[in-house]
């Protein structure tokens, strides 16, 4: 069984590794309910209970999916899903924000409805937006947490300016955003700045997309439906720089004994114990292996190893799109 750790001050803990559920529904292949419901269903076995998803996630789709599988056994999970983009007619409107008091509020109803239940355990603000002032926003939250529909406040790409606004209105337990041995932007400022206000991190995207697996395919080999498709990483000469990077962590997985996904995510809980990652799966198979991750032991001579061979500079290509980029507040 997974241990627990705590992120931030306010009493929020989540086993050592989540499961973020979004593949289950969209970006990566076609769906398996029977597989998703099976996993989620073992992560609970595991101890793997804190579950990440976002109304955005189908839309709604990934919500109602949780709420069914994990009916009845609500006071075993933490769950945690995010507001802040714009529907309509039951579709994202591209990547428009939308984080307007009455929308946050419609959203967690929303949210509650789907997931079968009557609280959350953490809700996030999924980007920020920029034509709704912070404080509104944290508010909004803060009121709906004394009314007991949340219980925790996160901000997911948010940059420090935007997170200390936040947290002086109500305390902000976590920070979502996508950290990595593949992409480590928030070092030099975001980390620091987390661990002044006492606010945990929660990297999606920990296994770098797929690229520290070692089982990935060039763009063009995804359908157009595929995230892959479209992420700059995956295509042309990055794809080949990558490959290559990746390789280094293959080849000191392959030294002890483990796997790359393996030591990508053991490099992340040595990095600090507020640190929880969220690697997204929709199959049993991965779930079991990442799980093992939090057994993987590394020195310091291993972290210094391993940093040397996955440099910053290694890495070629943007992780979004401009227009996706766009919406990170950094």
Not at 64 to 70: N, Y
Not at 249 to 270: C, E, F, R
Request: include cysteine.
């Amino acid at each position: 069984m997974l241990t627990k750790r705590k992120l931030g001050r306010q009493g929020l803990e989540a086993s050592a590794i989540g499961l973020g559920c979004m593949p289950m529904s969209q970006s990566y292949g076609p769906a398996d309910e029977g597989e998703a419901i099976a996993t989620l269903h073992r992560a609970v076995e595991l101890g793997c209970t804190f579950l990440d998803t976002a109304e955005a996630y189908g839309p709604y789709k990934n919500e109602e999916l949780i709420g069914r599988a994990l009916k009845g056994r609500r006071d075993q999970i933490v769950i945690a899903t995010k507001f802040g983009f714009r529907f309509q007619g039951g579709k994202q409107v591209g990547v428009e924000v939308d984080s307007r008091p009455e929308t946050i509020r419609a959203a967690v109803d929303g949210s509650l409805s789907r997931l079968g239940t009557d609280h959350v355990d953490l809700i996030y603000q999924h980007r920020v937006d920029p034509n709704v002032p912070m404080e509104d926003v944290a508010g909004t939250v803060a009121d709906l947490i004394k009314q007991g529909k949340a219980r925790f406040f996160g901000m997911s790409e948010a940059g420090i300016a935007n997170i200390r606004r936040a947290h002086a209105v109500h305390p902000v337990s976590v920070l979502q955003s996508e950290y990595s041995l593949w992409e480590r932007n928030l070092e030099a400022d975001i980390i620091p700045a987390l661990r002044e206000l006492g606010i945990g991190l929660v990297p999606f995207a920990p296994l770098g997309r797929g690229f520290l697996t070692g089982e990935i395919k060039r763009a063009e080999d995804y359908p157009e439906s595929d995230f892959r498709h479209n992420d700059p990483r995956y295509q042309g000469a990055n794809y080949d720089a990558n490959m290559q990077a990746a390789k280094a962590v293959a080849d000191l997985a392959a030294n002890k004994g483990v796997t790359p996904a393996q030591i990508a995510l053991a490099w992340l809980l040595h990095k600090g114990g507020d640190i929880v990652p969220i690697p997204g799966t929709k199959r049993r198979k991965y779930l079991e292996e990442n799980v093992a991750a939090a057994d993987v032991r590394l020195d310091p001579t291993d972290m210094t190893a391993i940093d040397d061979a996955l440099a910053p500079s290694r890495i070629a290509g943007p992780r979004y799109n401009e227009t996706r980029m766009a919406n990170i507040d950094r």
